[in-house]
Each structure stands twice: as C-alpha cells, then as structure tokens.
C-alpha cells in the first residue's frame, strides 16, 4: 500500500486549497482515513478523518472550515480548505488503516499508512 499526498502549496490568509491523497493498492472495504499536520516546533495533530461507514470527525480548530470526502472509485481522499489562516500552516499527512477506528481513536495517530505529506503555507 501505498499513500500520497498532492495539492499544497502557498495562499494568502482568507484562501483555500484543495489536498489530494491516492492511497495505491488499497482495497478494504473497511477502512478509516485521516489527515493530519505538522507545523514547525509542534506535534502533530489530527485534522479530519473519515470512515468507511461515511462518519467524519474533525478537530475543533478547522471544524466549518475543512472538509474531508472520498471519492472511492478513485481511491482518492481529498482534504478541501476554506478560510485558510496563518495558523494553517503546516506539513500536511495523509494516513490510513485497514478497519474502522472508534471515534476517540480517530484523530490519533495509530494508523498504518502514511504519505510522506505535501506542504500548506498561508501568509498574512
């Protein structure tokens, strides 16, 4: 299996971006998925996560302002950004696992699969 994240890039506070995730040779029909980040100098954090049985989860932070979906015939999980602000910025990582988490495991970060991230930068 194989994960990997496209879609970053620089914007300007107020913007939005669209992040990609195609997870390559995964075929389970249950399945949790999540994106995560990592700004400088801080732990990572979950962001939004999604399940196979279509309940989504986001962190307080981004909650009205993100989005997560899945478009399963592509096997691609997007994450779309509105009102991005400065601090948005961050590494962003795409993670998957082969079963549905319970809820309060959702954001954490015990999966199996992960993309090596794409790059969110908001400017002020």
């Known amino acids: 299996v194989q994960v990997a994240e496209s879609g970053g890039g620089s914007v300007q506070a107020g913007g939005s971006l669209r992040l990609s995730c195609v997870a390559s040779?995964?075929?389970?029909?249950?399945?949790?998925m999540a994106w995560f980040r990592q700004a400088p100098g801080k732990e990572r954090e979950g962001v939004a996560a999604?399940?196979?049985?279509?309940?989504?989860w986001y962190a307080r932070s981004v909650k009205g302002r993100f989005t997560i979906s899945i478009d399963n015939r592509e096997n691609t999980l997007y994450l779309e950004m509105n009102s991005l602000n400065a601090e948005d910025t961050a590494m962003y990582y795409c993670?998957?696992?082969?079963?549905?988490?319970?809820?309060?495991?959702?954001?954490?970060?015990?999966?199996?699969?992960w993309g090596q991230g794409t790059q969110v930068t908001v400017s002020s």
């Open positions: 999604l399940r196979s049985d279509v309940y989504t």
């Open positions: 993670a998957a696992h082969p079963a549905i988490k319970p809820n309060y495991k959702l954001l954490s970060d015990s999966y199996d699969y």
């Open positions: 040779g995964y075929t389970y029909s249950s399945y949790s």
